[in-house]
């Protein structure tokens, strides 16, 4: 299978899991709870948020959890995006990855009435603590565009 995406990118959702970068541009935290923290950026163009998610997922093989992170039943309407899932061995760990951005094509033109989501970009990063437990880091931003409100889709 050809791949989307070059070892480098799925190199660096590797280093994320170990290393969020939450300094550089001064991501806030939003919510800490049950071993999960989830911090909010704003990107200052769309004036909406970016969030990075990281802890531990107690009763959550990471299997799981990539499974249910590209369930396509989700989105399968106003999305229009490619993904893929690796599986890396790095230093006798296994980390699970995904990547999916959005991205444009022809085949598949905006809808009068729908809104098509034409900024979106998620990144997933997860092992095992040999438990059943998942350390997990994920990257999500979105912009359905449209007039919505940015307070509303916040």
Request: hydrophobic residues 40%; contains cysteine; proline residues 5%.
């Amino acid at each position: 299978m050809a791949s989307c995406f070059s070892e480098k990118q799925f190199r660096e959702a590797c280093a994320k899991l170990q290393q969020p970068a939450l300094a550089r541009a001064k991501w806030q935290l939003l919510v800490e709870t049950l071993g999960i923290s989830i911090y909010q950026l704003l990107d200052k163009q769309t004036r909406l948020y970016e969030y990075k998610v990281f802890g531990i997922l107690k009763d959550c093989s990471p299997a799981l959890l990539t499974e249910v992170y590209v369930d396509l039943d989700y989105r399968k309407q106003d999305y229009v995006y490619i993904w893929q899932w690796r599986d890396l061995d790095v230093e006798r760990r296994k980390i699970h990855l995904v990547l999916a951005p959005s991205i444009s094509l022809p085949q598949f033109p905006e809808k009068s009435g729908v809104i098509q989501v034409n900024q979106y970009k998620q990144s997933l990063a997860s092992e095992s603590d040999g438990k059943e437990e998942s350390k997990v880091f994920m990257y999500h931003f979105h912009n359905p565009g449209g007039q919505i409100p940015p307070w509303l889709l916040n």
